[in-house]
């Protein structure tokens, strides 16, 4: 499905750590077409810019649609404002996605922060053969570690003040898991560190950016990034169309 624009009911709000929220869209159409690892723009009431958030789950069955967002700014205040039975203004199904292959391989998830909501929908293809390593500053800040667990992956949590899991780096719980690809989003210092281990290692890797975006359809040049060729020579590609996913030896960090 090309992207469109629809009028989405909140069917469910919670606020689930202190200022991030998690919304359930009634999205029938977008549902059916989305994959994990593509984003929704939404329109923010009384903005001209729309803001790119994540598709987090996703029910085809259902027609929903989950997104997990914190407040950064004024416009995802307001969104946070809305309420159940109000409706978002959603351009979608934005980006590509990841690109899963083979789900009976071994795949390690590594997330840090608000990067974890785009690895859910993609973990929960891989259920028992997933290992999921998430990242926080704190326990009051960690979510999702129930949901990837209800989904059968194994989970390992670290907080870097101890008050959850691990006391330390998330990358400290991804070292020794044995896996075959890694998906990651989050911080750059921590993509960075996914990166040297899936080269150390030799395995595939895929990796969400996040870039400030304007149009989120390639048109404006707002995402700019810079991107490998084959050939190691560098070109200037878009986050929003090139990606937000994109094989880590092609971006640079
Ligand atoms: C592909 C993609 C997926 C994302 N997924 C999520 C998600 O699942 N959950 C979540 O909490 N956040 C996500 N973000 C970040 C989210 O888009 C920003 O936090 C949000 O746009 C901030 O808007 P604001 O008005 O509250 O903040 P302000 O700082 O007031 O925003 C001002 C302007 O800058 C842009 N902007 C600011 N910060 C960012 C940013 N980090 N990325 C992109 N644009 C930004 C806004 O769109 C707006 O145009 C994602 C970003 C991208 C690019
Ligand atoms: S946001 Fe306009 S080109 Fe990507």
Do not use: W
């Amino acid at each position: 499905m090309k992207y469109d624009v629809k009028p989405c009911r909140i069917l469910y709000k919670r606020e689930i750590a202190q200022g991030i929220f998690d919304f359930l869209l009634d999205a029938e159409d977008f549902a059916k077409a989305a994959k994990p690892g593509q984003f929704v723009h939404i329109l923010v009431p009384g903005k001209t810019l729309r803001r790119p958030i994540s598709i987090c789950d996703i029910d085809a069955e259902a027609g929903t649609l989950r997104i997990v967002f914190q407040i950064r700014g004024e416009g995802t205040e307001i969104l946070s404002q809305m309420k159940i039975g109000d409706h978002m203004d959603v351009l979608a199904p934005l980006g590509n996605g990841f690109d899963l292959g083979d789900t009976n391989r071994k795949a390690l998830f590594v997330g840090g922060g608000i990067g974890v909501p785009p690895l859910l929908g993609a973990a929960k293809k891989f259920g028992k053969n997933a290992t999921v390593a998430v990242g926080f500053r704190n326990k009051e800040t960690a979510i999702l570690e129930a949901d990837f667990a209800r989904a059968g992956c194994r989970v390992f949590v670290a907080t870097d003040d101890g008050s959850m899991g691990h006391h330390g780096l998330v990358i400290d719980c991804a070292k020794d898991v044995e896996a075959d690809v890694i998906f990651a989003c989050g911080p750059t210092p921590m993509l960075k560190a996914v990166c040297e281990l899936a080269k150390e290692r030799g395995i595939p890797c895929q990796i969400s950016l996040e870039e400030r975006m304007a149009c989120g359809i390639g048109a404006c040049l707002g995402c700019a990034t810079p991107l490998l060729r084959e050939d190691g020579t560098q070109y200037f590609g878009h986050v929003c169309k090139d990606g937000p996913v994109f094989d880590y030896t092609k971006v640079v960090l």
